[in-house]
C-alpha cells in the first residue's frame, strides 16, 4: 500500500509540474486593426493604426499640410486609450481633436512647437499628441470620448473599419 501511495505521489507530482502553453490571445483583437476618420470634412483624410505590440501610428491629410504620430495603448473595460511619444526634431504639435484657432492668433503656432524657437518646414511639420485620449467602439465605429470643449459647433471625431469614398 505504500510503495502504491508513493507511485501515486510521484505520478501526480510529475504530471501536476507539467505546463500546457496555450496559445496567445489578442488583448481586445476589435481594437486591433486600421481606422479611418468619418466624419471630418472633405479634403480632409485620417488613418488610425493601432497594432498587436501595443503600439500605434497616426496620419492625416489636408491639401497642403499632413501630420503624424505614433505612441502606445493600453485598454481598460471597453475603452482603449492612445498616449503619444514625445517626438523628436523641430514640428508645431498639436493636440489630438477638435480646436477652432481663431483667425489671425499666430500665438498658437508660436507656443506650440516641439522645440522653442525652432522653424518647421515641410508637408508634414506637425506632430499630433494624443494625451490619454479615450476611444469606445459602438457599432463598427470607434469614438474619442474625451473631447476638449472648444468654439467649433458639435463636431466630433470618430473612425470607421472602412474608408469613406470622398
Known amino acids: 500500500m505504500k510503495n502504491f501511495l508513493f507511485i501515486l505521489f510521484v505520478f501526480l507530482s510529475l504530471f501536476s509540474s507539467c505546463k500546457k502553453e496555450l496559445p496567445k490571445e489578442k488583448e481586445n483583437p476589435k481594437f486591433v486593426r486600421t481606422w479611418y476618420d468619418t466624419v471630418q470634412g472633405i479634403p480632409f483624410?485620417?488613418?488610425l493604426n493601432i497594432n498587436e505590440d501595443k503600439t500605434f501610428e497616426y496620419s492625416s491629410h489636408a491639401c497642403q499640410s499632413g501630420s503624424k504620430s505614433n505612441g502606445m495603448w493600453k485598454i481598460v473595460n471597453d475603452t482603449?486609450?492612445?498616449?503619444?511619444?514625445?517626438?523628436?526634431?523641430?514640428?508645431?504639435?498639436?493636440?489630438?481633436g477638435v480646436y477652432c484657432i481663431k483667425v489671425g492668433d499666430k500665438s498658437y503656432f508660436e507656443n506650440n512647437k516641439t522645440i522653442k524657437g525652432c522653424e518647421p518646414s515641410g508637408r508634414e511639420s506637425d506632430y499630433e499628441i494624443f494625451e490619454n485620449e479615450k476611444f469606445i467602439i459602438r457599432n463598427d465605429t470607434l469614438i474619442h470620448i474625451n473631447q476638449a470643449k472648444n468654439d467649433c459647433g458639435l463636431l466630433r471625431v470618430a473612425f470607421s473599419t472602412k474608408e469613406k469614398v470622398r
Open 80 to 96: 482603449i486609450t492612445l498616449k503619444s511619444i514625445k517626438p523628436k526634431g523641430c514640428l508645431f504639435q498639436n493636440r489630438f
Open 45 to 47: 483624410r485620417a488613418k
